[in-house]
């Protein structure tokens, strides 16, 4: 299915860019793909993705995820 081609690639981006995430926060060209993650994981039912919804929840803000 292409969703889960879009969902691996956007998860790629965040992983290619974790170090720079760790060190100096989310970069605002990112915003949309973590927006995308968001929304996108619950209905997904990926436990994985679930994980990196967390992680970007915490890493954004609550407000960011709602």
Not at 33 to 54: N, Q, S, W, Y
């Amino acid at each position: 299915m292409p969703c889960y081609d879009i969902a691996s690639t956007m998860c790629d981006q965040v992983g290619g860019r974790a170090d720079y995430i760790e060190k100096f926060g989310a970069p605002p060209d990112m915003t949309q793909t973590f927006a995308t993650l968001i929304h996108i994981a619950p209905k997904m039912g990926i436990d994985e993705l679930m994980e990196v919804r967390k992680q970007l929840t915490v890493l954004l803000g609550k407000e960011f995820a709602l």
